[in-house]
């Protein structure tokens, strides 16, 4: 149930145009964004995983470019979510200006400059903003002062942004992005409307997972569920090794949730893909304890450096360091584990057309399979006998 929610159980198209790209997005609900491009950029990959390899600029289309149907704000992580449905999160943006709010007063010069500044010039990235303030403060995403004043305006809602330039987010005020400004939804109203949606994307939840999906609390997402249950969407079921304690772990099914016959899957995972988010959603359901690792000191790693999940079927039955060597033209797999119970060949055989479908995808000639971990030999070899 819960891989069929997340479009797993439909037989891959051969070719995806723009409706299937636009209806897969769709279903997510949201895309999560990070800055990380070691294998691919992470909005790109979930639906790589669903879809197989497409026209990446059909989705750019969509999410980047001015005047797109989807724009970005914190759904979950910073995310891109439709534009008309930025209402829902009016809650989150009062509530970024009550807590952050303050932080602004002593920029307000600052704070006047930049909205006059794209009130005459239209929507800027933080780099085309020329002042004294625009200076880096620190190493990795050290902010300037011009760049933290613009998030803390997109934030609570006085900036909205306006597509990308090249992988920098575009500010813009709301009436340069919208005919006429998107209503704000209620607190509980919204709330209610982003647990329902979670509980379509998840099939099958737990309170944790249904208050992680856009990132809710726990109270208010208590009192959601309370009432999609009242209402019959929501249905109370009990999952088979969901424990709290001695007990089960409530959990709720939603009503159109589809059973599928069988999954048929073969994929690779990104770690922001909404199967993966949760990482004790992702214990209980398969039984994969799992951590990225980029941001482990490399003495620490287990199993790689951006170590992405192996879907086969209805199982996670591996993981694989990926990293797209760009210059060389190469795909290298720096290591390749298996899950316990899994056979190699078998796993590997299902791996290597989802690597080599990967490989011409990212515009790459080859992949070469490092040796290391217990599934790397198995895998180097499936590769080899493909043609």
Known sequence: MALAAQGFAGPRPSTAGPARVAAELARLKVLQIDSVNVFERSHYLPLFARLGPYDKRRLDRLVLEPGS?????????????????????????????????????????????????????????????????????????????????????????????????????????????????????????????????????????????????????????????????????????????????????????????????????????????????????????????YRISIYTPAEDRVHGYYVLPVLVDDRLAGRVDLKSDRKAGVLLVQAAWLEPGEQPEAVAERLAPVLEAATRWQGLGAIEVVPRGDLAPALARALASHP
């Open 69 to 289: 149907p989807y724009l970005e704000y914190w759904a979950h992580e910073a995310a891109f979510v439709p534009r008309e449905d930025l209402g829902l999160f009016a809650f989150r943006m009062d509530r970024y200006r009550r807590r952050y709010g303050d932080r602004l007063v002593p920029q307000a010069p600052l704070v006047r400059l930049l909205m006059d500044l794209i009130a005459a010039e239209g929507p800027l990235a933080a780099s085309e903003v020329d002042h004294e303030a625009n200076v880096r403060s620190g190493p990795w995403w050290g902010w300037s002062d011009v760049k933290r004043t613009l998030e803390l305006l997109f934030a609570q809602g006085d900036l909205v942004t306006a597509g990308r330039k090249g992988f920098e987010r575009r500010y813009a005020l709301p009436e340069q992005v919208y005919a006429e400004p998107p209503v704000a939804v209620p607190e509980a109203d919204a709330v209610r409307e982003l647990v329902r949606r979670a509980a379509v994307a998840h099939g099958v939840a737990a309170l944790a997972d249904l208050a992680d999906y856009h990132r809710l609390r726990s109270d208010q997402t208590a009192q959601a569920v309370h009432d999609l249950e009242a209402s019959g969407e929501l249905v109370p079921v009990e999952v088979e090794g969901w424990r709290r304690g001695d007990r089960p772990l409530p959990a709720w099914r939603h009503v159109d949730a589809a059973l599928p016959r069988r999954i048929r899957a073969a994929a690779v995972l990104s770690p922001f893909d909404p199967v993966v988010w949760q990482r004790d959603r992702l214990l209980r359901l398969f039984g994969f304890h």
